[in-house]
């Protein structure tokens, strides 16, 4: 049995606002799970139903074996980083640390101890003494993510903690968390919105839209096998290309191309997405792209132009190549690297 | 230029402020240090006499009232715990009920309060001879209970806390639940030093309130051993520099108060920036 289990849980508000619907998953000991998904979608609220925060109003929630629907958060023994750090604000840092294991009745030189290998760990030990509102963001987010270790909880639960960072500074606490939880090697769940984070962070991905979950897996995985339009959307940056086509006797026609020999038997409107890094440049291709736009990040350029009626399609071409503006580039799509999906329902059919 | 000039005329307005809250006080105090004789036949006086001494000690050791029971000191330490109790008591039932309004899902929370809050339109005195006599009832007519008891729930009080409560983001809340933090734990581990600003915002405000109180105290005591001070400017006996010198004295606690509890509320309000 696994570490953390979610059976078919369901939260509807008092309100009848129906956040989470009949999900089910298992977690694994040690393992990062992040719930990814677009804001209002359901994945906080999964969170706090396992942090006890939220009533569950169906389903099961066993942790480590034990059901813990109706225990009360305290005794759940699950920590929790929230996205604006709720540190304690009148406690200087070491009794920021030191609260929880108070609390648990733990005696003075324990509690010491814990606390100052966490801030080692942390590099956090030279501000012990300071209040919360003395440190940086980054310090911050660093004593909150100390209030967690210094328990020794069973799970650790992250509620977008990384939101309220610099770009430069997210990414490099987002390289701690993954360093430290695999040092610590405390089973962990992550929430975010944004899919980078998601991708670099999880071992298993969960992509929750509209409170299901639409795809479990590895990220690698889910990138390259989005089993849905919303999942093949979300994930990946720049975003997957969307064009509507037809699929008929496994012939896809497009707008101005067509791609035969395709492995499916579904017949009828479709949508095609190709990456912008699944194209080649060649001479004759399938795609005649004409450039309006290009944005040069160095180590490779993002191509937005036209191909007949659709704007906005992306290409990513390596950093090397100048491309102008006006320019027809001529393109192909990489090997079986293509996915379609039913229009209707959004299901890929390939 | 201008600026100067601007500035001048503005400090000047504010001088003549001063001057008009100052003076009439001032005068009182030089009065105060005069002889009877010397006020009741020059009038009120600008400048110190030397009977400073001789009058202030008449009064507070002079045994007043009726029956010549109370001194003036006696007043003031009966003033001072009823000010204080009322203090005391109207701050921590006005936290209690703002942390139940707030935290305690309660169904009609905010109609609670809004009921807690128009009690505010019906001040002591209306609800006065019911009081009393509840008072009557329980034989605590001629006590300290009896004195700081009824008038000790504030609802101006609970508004403020209140308003406070729902600032504190709900997130503190939820960390320290599974820091283990009990509803008890919350309260006294949080919401108290995390008010400590308003808190001695509201005991000064409340102990000013109690010191103040004339009409209460003087129904609900009839032994003069419960005189407070406030009932004392009018029951007070004897010469007119006596009545001046116990004017002068009955000011002394409330600003003392102030003095003493403003360094922690404006440190408060600074720490908190």
């Known amino acids: 049995m696994s570490f953390l289990d979610l059976k078919n849980v369901t939260k509807i508000y008092p309100?009848?606002?129906?956040?989470?619907?009949?999900?089910?998953?298992?977690?694994?000991?040690?393992?990062?799970?992040?719930?990814?998904?677009?804001?209002?979608?359901?994945?906080?609220?999964?969170?706090?139903?396992?942090?006890?925060?939220?009533?569950?109003?169906?389903?099961?929630?066993?942790?480590?074996?034990?059901?813990?629907?109706?225990?009360?958060?305290?005794?759940?023994?699950?920590?929790?980083?929230?996205?604006?750090?709720?540190?304690?604000?009148?406690?200087?840092?070491?009794?920021?640390?030191?609260?929880?294991?108070?609390?648990?009745?733990?005696?003075?030189?324990?509690?010491?101890?814990?606390?100052?290998?966490?801030?080692?760990?942390?590099?956090?030990?030279?501000?012990?003494?300071?209040?919360?509102?003395?440190?940086?963001?980054?310090?911050?987010?660093?004593?909150?993510?100390?209030?967690?270790?210094?328990?020794?909880?069973?799970?650790?639960?992250?509620?977008?903690p990384l939101s309220n960072l610099d770009a430069k500074l997210r990414i490099q606490m987002r390289l701690e968390i993954k360093k430290l939880q695999q040092k610590v090697g405390v089973t962990s769940i992550f929430v975010t919105h944004d899919q980078v984070e998601a991708m670099t962070l999880a071992d298993r991905l969960a992509v929750i839209n509209d409170g299901i979950i639409e795809q479990l897996g590895t990220p690698i995985e889910i990138y390259n096998n989005p089993k849905s339009l919303f999942v093949a959307g979300f994930i990946g940056s720049p975003q997957m290309n969307f064009l509507d086509a037809n699929l008929n006797n496994k012939t896809l026609s497009a707008e101005n191309f067509e791609i035969k020999n395709i492995e499916s038997d579904y017949n009828g409107e479709v949508t095609l997405g190709i990456r912008p890094e699944h194209l080649i440049e060649t001479e004759n291709g399938l795609i005649n792209l004409k450039v309006e736009l290009v944005e040069q990040l160095g180590s490779d350029n993002l191509v937005y132009g036209q191909i007949k009626n659709i704007k906005d399609f992306c290409y990513r071409s390596p950093g090397n190549q100048t491309i102008k503006k006006g320019d027809t580039l001529s393109l192909n799509i990489e090997e079986n690297k293509y996915y379609i999906f039913d229009k209707s329902t959004g299901k890929r059919v390939n | 230029?201008?600026?100067?000039?601007?500035?001048?005329?503005?400090?000047?307005?504010?001088?003549?402020?001063?001057?008009?809250?100052?003076?009439?006080?001032?005068?009182?105090?030089?009065?105060?240090?005069?002889?009877?004789?010397?006020?009741?036949?020059?009038?009120?006086?600008?400048?110190?006499?030397?009977?400073?001494?001789?009058?202030?000690?008449?009064?507070?050791?002079?045994?007043?009232?009726?029956?010549?029971?109370?001194?003036?000191?006696?007043?003031?330490?009966?003033?001072?715990?009823?000010?204080?109790?009322?203090?005391?008591?109207?701050?921590?039932?006005?936290?209690?009920?703002?942390?139940?309004?707030?935290?305690?899902?309660?169904?009609?929370?905010?109609?609670?309060?809004?009921?807690?809050?128009?009690?505010?339109?019906?001040?002591?005195?209306?609800?006065?001879?019911?009081?009393?006599?509840?008072?009557?009832?329980?034989?605590?007519?001629?006590?300290?209970?009896?004195?700081?008891?009824?008038?000790?729930?504030?609802?101006?009080?609970?508004?403020?806390?209140?308003?406070?409560?729902?600032?504190v983001p709900d997130e503190l809340l939820e960390s320290a639940k599974l820091d283990g933090a009990n509803t008890w734990r919350f309260f006294i581990d949080f919401l108290l030093p995390l008010s400590k600003t308003m808190i001695v915002a509201m005991l000064i405000f409340m102990f000013v309130f109690g010191y103040n109180q004339y009409l209460w105290p003087l129904l609900v005591t009839s032994s003069e051993q419960y005189w407070t001070v406030v009932m004392g400017l009018k029951m007070m006996s004897g010469s007119i520099v006596h009545r001046f010198a116990f004017v002068m004295m009955s000011m002394v606690p409330p600003i003392l108060i102030i003095i003493v509890l403003q360094k922690h509320f404006i440190k408060g309000v600074f720490q908190d920036k």
């Not at chain 2, 039932?93 to 169904?107: H, W």
């Open chain 2, 1 to 167: 230029m201008t600026r100067l000039i601007t500035s001048g005329f503005s400090h000047f307005i504010l001088f003549i402020g001063i001057l008009i809250m100052i003076v009439p006080v001032w005068m009182i105090f030089a009065s105060s240090t005069h002889t009877g004789l010397i006020i009741n036949t020059q009038g009120l006086q600008m400048f110190l006499g030397d009977s400073f001494y001789e009058n202030y000690l008449r009064v507070l050791l002079y045994k007043g009232g009726f029956f010549k029971e109370i001194t003036a000191l006696k007043m003031f330490l009966n003033s001072f715990i009823m000010a204080t109790g009322v203090a005391i008591l109207s701050v921590i039932t006005s936290l209690m009920a703002a942390y139940a309004l707030v935290y305690f899902r309660t169904k009609y929370a905010t109609l609670l309060f809004w009921m807690i809050f128009v009690t505010i339109l019906v001040p002591l005195e209306l609800r006065i001879f019911p009081t009393y006599s509840v008072m009557a009832e329980l034989n605590l007519v001629n006590s300290y209970f009896g004195l700081i008891v009824p008038i000790s729930a504030s609802a101006i009080a609970t508004l403020f806390f209140r308003q406070f409560y729902k600032t």
């Open chain 1, 15 to 160: 309100n009848g606002t129906k956040a989470v619907h009949e999900t089910s998953l298992s977690i694994n000991e040690g393992e990062f799970m992040v719930f990814v998904g677009p804001s209002g979608c359901g994945k906080s609220t999964l969170l706090r139903m396992v942090a006890g925060l939220e009533d569950i109003t169906e389903g099961h929630i066993n942790l480590d074996g034990k059901l813990i629907n109706e225990v009360d958060p305290s005794e759940r023994d699950v920590a929790m980083v929230f996205q604006n750090y709720a540190l304690y604000p009148h406690m200087n840092v070491y009794n920021n640390l030191a609260y929880g294991l108070k609390n648990r009745g733990i005696d003075k030189e324990t509690i010491e101890q814990k606390v100052n290998d966490a801030a080692k760990l942390l590099q956090i030990s030279d501000f012990l003494q300071r209040k919360p509102s003395m440190l940086s963001g980054g310090q911050r987010q660093r004593v909150a993510m100390g209030r967690a270790i210094v328990r020794n909880p069973k799970i650790f639960l992250f509620d977008e």
